[in-house]
Structure formats: C-alpha cells, structure tokens
C-alpha cells in the first residue's frame, strides 16, 4: 500500500541492523552507525581524494544511512558561506561515491515518504547509475589556438610538433624551463643553435611565472634523464619558437605548496595564491562535486534547481543579517542568512522538490572549525558530593551546577608545566571558568591541590571514576553545567593539539566518522533573559509530532523534528521538517516567541492557502569540501574568501564611501575621529 503524500514520517533516519552506538549531547540525541560503514567508504574517498565523484543509490537491500552529527553551531548547513539546499515533499536518500571505488560515500539520507520497499527503491536508483554511460573525458583544449596542456603529453606524442601556453615554474642556467598551467608540468629544453639565439635570449631572461607561448618539438628524454615523478616526465619539448605574453615583476611569495606563507599575504594577492596546486585542486573538485550533484538530483530524482533572491526582509530569530539600504528613507533590505522563507513558498507553490546551491550572509564573527573529541567528558558529581570542598558544594548548590572532568591519557610524559597553565588560562579566558588539575603519581597516589580535602576512599572512587592510570593528567571543572561543558569541550580539543604536537597520534586524518543529532529541543531560554525563550533551530520547526500537545502547555518540554549532520566532530549540514500550518506557526511566532508575526505575514498568508507538509537539508559546501581535502581552513576551498574579521585583504573591503555616495539612501555616519583622519588621507 502506497503511503499518502501527506504522510511525514516521524524519524528521519534509519536504524541500521546491528548495535549502534548511543550517547547523549546537550541539546540533543546522538545516533550514530557502526564506525565500519562510514569509516570504511570514505576511507576509500580519502584514498582517491582528488578522484572525481560521481553520484550512486546506496548500496543494496540494508544499506545504513550515514553515521549522524552532533550540534555545532546555529542555523542550517553549518555556517554561513555556499551550500547546498535541499527541500522536498516527501525526502529522498543521496550518496556519492569516488569513480574508482564501489564504497558508497553517505552524502546525506533522508527517509522517503514513498510507499515502495526501501531496499527495492534504492536497487533501483542504484541500477539508473550504474547504467548510465560514462561522460567523455573533457577536451581542455577547445576554444583556444593551444595544442595541448602542460600536462597531457606523453610518450606517444614523440615527433609531434606542438604549441603551449603556460607560467615559467623555473629556469635553470638558460638550458632549460619548466612551462606550468591547470593541468600540470612540461620540461621545455632552450635551444643552443645561433639560428635560435633569439629564442634562447627570451627564454633565458624571462622572468619567474612570466606567462609564455612556446611552439616545439616533442621528444623523449635521454635515458637514464627521465623523471617518473612527473606525469610528463618521459618526453620534453625543444622550443623552436617562443613569446613573453606578460612578463612578470617580483612575486610577494614563490607559487609553490611548501613554501610557508602567511594568510594575511596569500588573502592579499589570492590571485596569485590561486596559481598553487593545491587551491586549484581545490577548486576544481568543488567545481566537480557541484555539478554530480546537479546530475544526481534533476536527471534521476526531479528535482527543480531554483536561485531564490539575494535581497529580502529581516528574518526573526537566528544568526544576525547584514543590512543593504535602498532609496526609500529609513527602509532596509536584509541579506538573507539562508533561503528559509523562500524555500517554503516553492513547497506552496507546487515545486515539490527544490534545490540551489544558494549564498548565505550572516554577520557573525568567524569562529575555528570544531575537530573530533579524542576523550569524553565525565560527571563526578556523586564522586565528590560529599566532601568538605568549598567550590564544589558551592557548584552543587546551583539549580544547574555541575562537577565534570576529562582525563588526559599520559599527560604528564607530553604536556609541559607551561602547557598544563596555558590549558587553565585558556579556560578562564574564554569561558571565565576555573580549572582545577590532578595528576596520577607513578605509585597510584594523586597530586593535587584537592588531595587534602579528600580521604584515601574518596580519592579510590576518583581514580576508578575517571579510569585514571600513572601519568594521566585530570582537568577538573565546577560550575553551571552549559558553562563547564563548553571549558572542558574546548580544553579536550587543545589538549588534543598539544598532544598531537608533541608526538602522539590521536587521530587518523583519512577517517570519515559521520553521525546525526536528532531530538533536539524546539526552544531554548534566551541568554540575557532566561524566563523567554528562542528557537533552538529557526521558528519555523515543526514540533515533534509526540510532543505537539505540550507546544501549547510547556513548550519547553517540547522536541523538534530538527536534525544535524556531523563529519568527524564538524557540522556539514543541518534541516528540519517545517511547521505547515499557519495556525500553528501564528502561535510560536506570537505566543511562544514574542514575535511580531505581521513580520512574517507573507508566509503565514502563503501556509492557508494548502501548504503541503515539506521538510529538507542544507549542507555547508565549504565545510564539507575542506574536510574531504583535508584542508586546514574552509579558506582554502574558496576562491575569494574573507579574512577571520571579515575583511577581503585583496580588495580592502569594507571600504569608506562619501557623504555624497550616501546621500541618496538618507544615511548619514557619525565618523570616529581616527577614522575621519584616514577618510581625509
């Protein structure tokens, strides 16, 4: 029996066959599936890192969905930047996988709405895939007077007389040259002969990434010269004829990946940055993943790719909007932080599957990308509940207070004294929360400031309560639960740096650990005001449909239909399923929110006129794409990215304007003197 449209099911995620592992995070419940499925597919991704992907139905009758995320940060897909959106009506599963490889890579799953068997359905997507015919290699050399890259001759080309376009990488004694563009290296040999003296002079005097035309022979190496390093590293080509198309003055920085550079100088000349290996690797597998996407969704499952408007009105709630004025006094347009409002009205308007790959804005300072725990967080609060310590029954006496701890395995052997004061200075700093440490001695006794205050039974239970072993370091913290949870999440994650730094590996950067967050809560008490409340996700979260009785008697017990993605501890993506009736969403925004729905009136209006029930996902393309490459900063998979403070280097963006060039938008600027001095300069 097919299941009605209408139908959303309850649980967006599939419990795989088999144990699973369960655990509890603050704001919400984590599922994850066997590490083997995960681990083991993108493991093979990782293998073939800059392979291109092409998109498969899972793997068959059973397959698991993908191991699930935890919270790591507010709004859908992970932060600001490009990503992914994706709604429907019902939703549907979607998996990549490297060319060379059968490991399915989980993309992101959804349970289907559609009454067929799950396993049938997913053969089939998978034999559509599997049956299509493979793309024909690119020609690279269409459009253009080049016969060919730097990087595709070979030894069949011997005896070929051909023509390159590309950047001088090196020259060595005016013999020969190393000619760069997208592809790869040529060795170019200068030739020697008067008759072509001139070239050599070009050559030999061309300057450092000078851009070059060179028309030649190709031949192979002598024996015993060839380089099996390089792809081309058989053949080279004897200039016959050449020409400087550009030359080029003194670099800031040589092009190359081992050469240390600092952020601030490769955001400043990012064109020239973008010349590295590394960033075009980059982004051309970016370029790659997008467009199987594309594929994948509109050719195989019908979904209609729509570009939503940059300009638009204040969404309530969620992260802060940067303001855009307009030429009518006092009236601004907000930069949407995601497509949220819009991606609703495409489900009223019939477009039952909708995705962009959209721009999103949210003024927020920039903030690390979070890395996997390495130890867990432990309570010992009953531990310690009965001792005489001041600070602890100090904690204990807080309507919230907790006492936790993480151990930190052969501390004492890597961290140093500096490094134990820099882990507690970074706690107070950051969450103003003190840290008390212990350390197991080698004949099972422990040193701490704590120590007196505790008996030897006490001091028993501690040990056997946080598993310590001789040379284990302790990192104690007491206070309001969110406030130690937050200092010694932080504390494991730089711990685990410093340990890492000093020789220790703790984690394997090949693998891909994926998990959901699910159950989160539909509101949480404001910070600056505990007794109202916010949305956890975005006001337009669907309760829980088990707890949708208590949205109108203690909404703060209420869960919502709210789900994360999580790739080895970072937040690649996040969705909900949407609140579709405009009685219901009236009372959150107004009853429950303190909102001023008339805000929002355009899409309460738009949800009577037969809103279907819809849900979706957005994943943080940036995000996501950094951690398949490895990359240490989203940074680096961005052509033009900002720096930490939002500032483009390149073009010093934000920039002053005149009084006169604010006119028309009645905006007048109250300027700092220091900054009147720099506008006058």
């Known amino acids: 029996m097919r299941r009605p449209l209408g139908l959303i099911p309850r649980r967006l995620w599939i419990r795989p066959k088999g144990r699973t592992r369960e655990?509890?995070?603050?704001?919400g419940r984590v599922r994850a599936a066997p590490s083997s499925v995960g681990s083991s597919a993108m493991a093979a991704i990782a293998r073939q890192r800059r392979s291109n992907f092409l998109p498969v139905g899972p793997r068959g009758r059973g397959a698991p969905p993908p191991p699930s995320l935890r919270r790591a940060g507010g709004g859908e897909g992970g932060g600001g930047g490009g990503r992914v959106d994706f709604l429907f009506s019902p939703p549907e599963p979607l998996f990549f996988t490297s060319r060379r490889s059968v490991a399915p890579l989980p993309f992101f799953w959804l349970r289907g709405g559609c009454g067929m068997a799950l396993p049938r359905l997913l053969a089939r997507a998978l034999h559509r895939v599997a049956s299509a015919a493979t793309p024909a290699a690119p020609d690279f050399n269409s459009f253009v007077t080049r016969t060919n890259t730097c990087g595709e001759l070979r030894s069949a080309h011997v005896g070929q007389k051909?023509?390159?376009?590309g950047w001088v990488q090196y020259q060595r004694q005016g013999l020969f040259l190393v000619l760069r563009d997208f592809q790869g290296l040529t060795q170019i040999i200068i030739p020697q002969d008067e008759a072509h003296s001139h070239v050599k002079e070009l050559l030999s005097n061309a300057p450092v990434e000078s851009v070059v035309r060179v028309t030649g022979i190709v031949s192979s190496r002598p024996l015993g010269q060839e380089n099996p390093k390089m792809p081309t590293g058989d053949i080279e080509v004897k200039a016959e004829t050449a020409e400087i198309l550009n030359s080029c003055k003194k670099l800031p920085f040589e092009i190359k990946d081992f050469i240390k550079k600092s952020e601030a100088l490769r955001m400043q000349y990012r064109y020239l940055d973008l010349r590295s290996f590394r960033l075009q690797s980059n982004l051309r597998l970016r370029s790659q993943m997008v467009m199987r996407m594309r594929e994948y969704?509109?050719?195989?499952?019908?979904?209609v790719d729509v570009e939503t408007p940059t300009l638009f009105k204040r969404t309530p709630g969620g992260a802060k909007e940067f303001l855009v004025p307009s030429r009518e006094a006092g009236k601004f347009y907000s930069l949407p932080q995601s497509p949220q409002q819009f991606k609703q009205l495409l489900m009223v308007g019939g477009l039952d599957r909708y995705f962009q790959v959209a721009r999103c804005y949210r003024d927020e300072g920039s903030r690390p990308d979070r890395q996997p725990e390495f130890t867990q967080i432990m309570d010992i609060g009953d531990v310690l509940r009965g001792s005489d310590i001041h600070f602890v029954q100090n904690a204990l006496s807080y309507p919230h207070g907790s006492i936790k701890a993480i151990c930190i395995p052969q501390g004492v052997k890597y961290l140093t004294n500096k490094d134990l004061e820099s882990l507690k200075e970074s706690a107070k700093s950051q969450f103003n929360q003190e840290i008390m440490q212990i350390?197991?001695?080698p004949d099972g006794r422990l040193k701490s400031l704590l120590t007196k205050f505790l008996g030897e039974k006490e001091q028993s239970e501690l040990i056997r309560a946080l598993n310590m072993q001789e040379d284990d370091v302790v990192l104690l913290a007491a206070g309001e639960h969110k406030q130690v949870c937050s200092a010694l999440g932080a504390l494991r994650l730089f711990s685990a740096n410093l340990l890492e730094a000093a020789g220790l590996a703790l984690r394997d950067p090949t693998a891909f650990h994926f998990l959901w967050v699910v159950d989160f809560p539909l509101f949480l008490p404001k910070a600056k005001n505990p007794t109202e409340l916010e949305s956890a996700h975005h006001p337009f979260t669907a309760p829980h449909p088990s707890d949708a009785s208590l949205l109108y008697s203690d909404p703060t017990k209420v869960r919502s239909q709210h789900y994360d993605l999580v790739l080895n501890g970072n937040e690649v993506g996040g969705g909900s399923i949407r609140i579709h009736s405009a009685e219901q969403q009236r009372f959150v925004l107004e009853k429950v929110l303190k909102e001023d729905s008339e805000v929002l009136s355009h899409l309460i209006e738009a949800?009577?006129?037969?809103?279907?029930?819809?849900?979706?996902?957005?994943?943080?393309l940036d995000r996501l794409i950094s951690l398949i490459v490895d990359a240490p900063s989203i940074r680096d998979v961005i052509a033009f990215p900002k720096s930490f403070r939002?500032?483009?280097?390149?073009?010093?963006?934000?920039?002053?304007?005149?009084?006169?060039?604010?006119?028309?938008?009645h905006i007048q600027v109250s300027w700092p003197l220091e900054e009147k001095e720099a506008k006058k300069n």
């Open 23 to 27: 655990s509890r995070l603050r704001l």
């Open 439 to 441: 350390i197991c001695r």
């Open 297 to 303: 969704l509109c050719n195989l499952h019908g979904f």
């Open 646 to 665: 939002g500032r483009d280097l390149m073009g010093s963006a934000p920039d002053y304007v005149t009084p006169e060039e604010l006119e028309p938008y």
């Open 162 to 165: 051909v023509t390159l376009y």
């Open 607 to 620: 949800l009577e006129f037969g809103a279907p029930p819809h849900g979706g996902i957005a994943l943080g």
